[in-house]
């Protein structure tokens, strides 16, 4: 964006990832940043980017980072494929820690819900 172009705020869709493994959940978005792979670390990145530009050009932003967001075409090797690949063919359904454990649960969004939350947050400006 040019800066004669500036507008409104942008509102940035990054990562969970950025947090690696969290030492609690739900994290926190003071959560130290420690991301455990290269995609983590290139959210980073960008992160700090938006930053760098908003402060040289003043550019307003907002950093949104979303955590398992699921939906069409989306990779065989991302969690909710894998699940519902081997529900299709009658596998069992791997999850890390037993429902009754008292361990946390993880949220997901399918993409048609982020979509519908980042058009209702343009919609509340």
Same mark, same amino acid.
């Given at each position: 964006?040019? =800066? @004669?172009?500036?507008?409104? %705020?942008?509102?940035? =869709?990054?990562?969970? %990832? ?9 994290? *926190? @978005? ?8 290269? &995609?983590?670390?290139? !959210?980073?990145?960008?992160? %700090? &980017?938006? !930053? ?7 550019? *307003? &932003? ?7 967001? &699921? ?17 299709? =063919?009658?596998? *069992? ?19 048609? =819900?982020?979509?519908e939350g980042a058009l209702q947050r343009q919609d509340d400006e």
């Amino acid at each position: 964006m040019r =800066r @004669e172009e500036q507008s409104e %705020e942008g509102a940035l =869709r990054f990562s969970s %990832e950025v947090y690696g493994e969290p030492k609690v959940i739900p994290i *926190p @978005e003071t959560a130290i940043r420690a991301p455990v792979s290269e &995609y983590g670390v290139s !959210k980073c990145v960008g992160e %700090e &980017y938006c !930053k760098a530009y908003a402060q040289r050009f003043g550019l *307003p &932003y907002s950093i949104v980072r979303l955590f398992n967001v &699921y939906g069409e075409r989306q990779r065989d090797d991302f969690v909710m494929s894998v699940f519902i690949n081997a529900a299709l =063919r009658g596998a *069992p359904l791997n999850i890390n820690a037993p429902a009754h454990s008292g361990a946390p649960s993880v949220t997901w969004t399918t993409r048609r =819900r982020h979509a519908e939350g980042a058009l209702q947050r343009q919609d509340d400006e």
